[in-house]
């Protein structure tokens, strides 16, 4: 049973940072891409950026790019989500999810989610 969990989510000011933290259980962790989604309230959830399993290969939404970064330490099967320049626009629950194999863009394709963790930014 693959278990994802989030953490770092809370309450910040516009241009402010925070660090998101997903701790993985699965046993292969690098044989799984791993994603950041997010969704707010009254909207469709969202790709915000992906890992392939060996961290080599990375891509994100356009209204991130720039300000997000995505990495991951295979050794402690965790993968992480710095989000720096926050808006109030990032303001959402966000969630980790892991499929086995080849990375997507699609939320649609990850078998395993996270709990989710909000993401509030104040103006």
């Known amino acids: 049973q693959v278990q994802l969990v989030e953490s770092g989510g809370g309450l910040v000011q516009a241009g402010g940072s925070l660090r998101l933290s997903c701790a993985a259980s699965?046993?292969?962790?690098?044989?799984?891409?791993m994603g950041w989604f997010r969704q707010a309230p009254g909207k469709e959830r969202e790709f915000v950026a992906i890992i392939s399993g060996t961290g080599g290969s990375t891509d994100y939404a356009d209204s991130v790019k720039g300000r997000f970064t995505i990495s991951r330490d295979n050794a402690k099967n965790t993968v992480y989500l710095q989000m720096n320049g926050l808006k109030p626009e990032d303001t959402a629950v966000y969630y980790c999810?892991?499929?086995?194999?080849?990375?997507?863009?699609?939320?649609?394709?990850?078998?395993?989610w996270g709990q989710g963790t909000q993401v509030t930014v104040s103006s």
């Open positions: 999810a892991a499929k086995f194999g080849a990375w997507s863009s699609s939320y649609s394709s990850y078998n395993y």
């Open positions: 699965m046993r292969t962790f690098s044989s799984y891409a």
